[in-house]
């Protein structure tokens, strides 16, 4: 009896890895063509410019959703995280740059008036279900996809779940005009509808123009996969994002290489590094990268403005919510590095005054102080 429960269990989740489109699509046709052309894939699959482990621990996958499940760190925050409301009528600035995180990897890059979102991420959970998987943290959203009344461009920079979001990219597709992605990563788009016109697919060190930006597709360090059998086919990258006036970096998911030396000689220096600092772990160093390796990815590149993100958003990792942000403002202040640490949907303009409230360090204290009344 309990293998005939097994088996239709499997049988239920082959059917829906199958069938649901938010798990995507593997290349096919002429993208298929063009991706086993790219140098970087070999033997079936992307590789990185070093060689990479996605874990380097012994542990085995039991022991490591054991300690998921049973390491007591604060991992989630007592109280909802700050938010500042965007206000949707004042998007796009018309010159200048402005940046507004809003959360995890989800940045809103006004530049030469054009409007540019990041790994748009704005569901519940990180997962193509919608009632498991890791939720966002309680927080005011500072913007919901359906108020943009324009975007020129969306950058992917992997396909992982927490920046690759069927419902989000539904939601936004009727405003987005073109959408920058690794090479494969259309595969998935297509899938959920979005027109092959509005797809500009590239390899590491390709470049494309849209509109007054240019877009450069630059190598990370990281891997990609939507489900048990697709794992690394297709691409994951960084990006340069500049116009005539002002040059910003996106790091989407990375561990720490020489790489990001190349391209900020090649593309630096930058204004502002949006740079991951949270979700990581020893044994993902490889793929990771730790707060330290952060301030030295953004030294490495040129970077004038520091805006760590993927982190204060879900809970991805064994580490404290806060220890990301706590560790990353430590060490830049150590090395000099200029740190921009905005609340979320915080917006801030290039050559202002750069936010540096470290709000994350009364959240928890306030909710334990409230939780202390209101228990008397």
């Excluded at 890895?17 to 096919?28: L, R």
């Excluded at 621990?57 to 925050?77: C, I, L």
């Excluded at 509005?198 to 190598?219: Q, R, S, Y």
């Amino acid at each position: 009896m309990i293998a005939i429960v097994l088996a239709v269990i499997l049988a239920s989740v082959l059917v829906f890895v199958a069938c649901a489109p938010q798990m995507g699509a593997v290349a096919q046709g002429d993208r298929l063509v063009r991706v086993k052309q790219s140098p970087h894939f070999s033997e079936g699959k992307f590789r990185n410019l070093v060689p990479t482990r996605v874990s380097t621990s012994n542990r085995s996958m039991t022991g490591a959703m054991w300690d998921y499940f049973t390491v007591k760190t604060q991992r989630e925050p007592l109280a909802p995280v700050p938010s500042v409301k965007v206000d949707p009528d004042s998007i796009p600035l018309s010159r200048g740059l402005r940046v507004t995180w809003l959360g995890h990897s989800t940045c809103l890059i006004e530049i030469g008036g054009q409007v540019v979102l990041t790994d748009p991420m704005f569901s519940d959970r990180a997962s193509p279900l919608s009632f498991a998987g890791p939720k966002r943290f309680d927080s005011e959203p500072p913007l919901l996809p359906e108020q943009l009344k324009r975007v020129d461009t969306v950058v992917i920079s992997h396909d992982h779940y927490d920046h690759l979001d069927y419902r989000s990219i539904q939601v936004l597709d009727p405003v987005v005009s073109r959408y920058m992605v690794p090479l494969g990563v259309g595969g998935h788009l297509e899938r959920w509808g979005i027109s092959p016109e509005k797809i500009t697919e590239l390899d590491w060190w390709e470049e494309a123009n849209e509109g007054p930006l240019h877009f450069v597709a630059t190598p990370a360090r990281h891997f990609s996969g939507r489900s048990l059998t697709d794992g690394n086919k297709t691409l994951w990258a960084s990006w340069v994002i500049e116009d005539a006036d002002h040059r910003v970096f996106f790091g989407g998911d990375s561990g720490y290489f020489d790489g990001f030396k190349d391209i900020g000689y090649k593309y630096g220096p930058f204004d502002i590094t949006l740079l991951e600092s949270g979700a990581y772990n020893e044994a993902w160093s490889e793929i990771h990268m730790m707060p330290e390796q952060t301030v030295q990815a953004h030294r490495d590149l040129n970077g004038k403005v520091l805006l760590p993100i993927h982190w204060a958003k879900f809970n991805l990792a064994l580490h404290a919510w806060t220890e990301p942000i706590e560790r990353v403002a430590a060490d830049a202040g150590f090395q000099g590095v200029r740190l921009a640490t905005p609340r979320l949907g915080e917006s801030f303009h290039w050559g202002k005054n750069v936010p540096s409230d470290r709000w994350w360090e009364t959240v928890d204290t306030m909710a334990a102080v409230s939780r202390e009344v209101a228990a008397r």
